[in-house]
């Protein structure tokens, strides 16, 4: 859970890292643009993040949300968003639009994340749990280079794999390794900022550094070079 308020007299643009996650944002006050879809206010429906976007938020907005793991926004949605969609009235099964209006009239950031909170844990329950084999497959696909191997690990086949994931995730396994792979790149360069490049893109298991390079622009919109001098 989050929340937000912009106080810059210009407008604020921000970096989205592809995660896996889905997520809703209440958007209290102001326009919001998400991947080049401008939203008024209301309650906004994030599809699962697989490739890096921008998000720019107006002088004065006021934002509250909620991020979901791999997996967890379909255990309670039980569906996949294509792009970010306000969600109408109509639309609402699960009652965003009560712990929106309560959001309106919070004063801060802190009383707004800690009512969703509480909203959250009364009211937001998954409609289907999230299957143990797919919770092993998430646990252990960083660990594995191929589907075969992890297939071999989990009991399960690689059919059965593809299917939970794209199911579940909205992603393939593939997909998602390569997510992982970039962030635990990212996190390696974050703390090594004299170690060769190319090494590390070896390290990591990239065909050369030019092809880490164009994974790290996908998956998270920098540089490998920019993160070493961060």
């Known amino acids: 859970m989050w929340s937000a308020s912009v106080i810059q007299a210009s407008p604020l643009e921000k970096t989205l890292h592809a995660d896996a996650g889905s997520g809703v944002i209440f958007n209290l006050s102001g326009e919001v643009t998400i991947d080049n879809e401008t939203l008024t206010e209301g309650v906004i429906m994030l599809p699962v993040k697989s490739k890096a976007g921008n998000v720019l938020f107006t002088s004065g907005a006021k934002l509250a949300g909620i991020r ?19 969600l109408t009235p109509e639309q609402d099964h699960h009652s965003f639009y009560q712990i929106y209006s ?3 009239i919070k004063k801060d950031n802190k009383s707004r994340v800690k009512a969703i909170y ?50 579940w995730l909205g992603i393939t396994p593939k997909h998602y390794q390569r997510i992982l792979r ?10 090594h900022s004299k170690a060769n490049l190319a090494e590390v893109a070896f390290l990591f298991g990239y065909s050369d550094q030019a092809h880490m390079t164009r994974e790290f622009h996908q998956i998270a919109c920098v540089t490998p070079g920019r993160i070493k001098l961060s």
Not at 123 to 129: C, F, M, P, Q, S
Request: no cysteine.
């Open 102 to 104: 309560e959001l309106r």
């Open 68 to 86: 979901f793991h791999p997996a967890a926004g379909y255990s309670v949605m039980m569906q996949h968003y294509d792009k970010p969609t306000l």
């Open 118 to 167: 509480q909203w959250a844990a009364h009211t937001l329950k998954a409609v289907n749990t999230i299957p143990d084999s797919l919770e092993q497959a998430l646990k252990l696909i960083g660990q594995v280079e191929t589907l075969a191997a992890l297939s071999a690990q989990i009991n399960m086949s690689q059919r059965q794999i593809e299917r939970h994931f794209r199911l």
């Open 182 to 191: 970039a962030k635990a790149a990212i996190d390696f360069l974050r703390t």
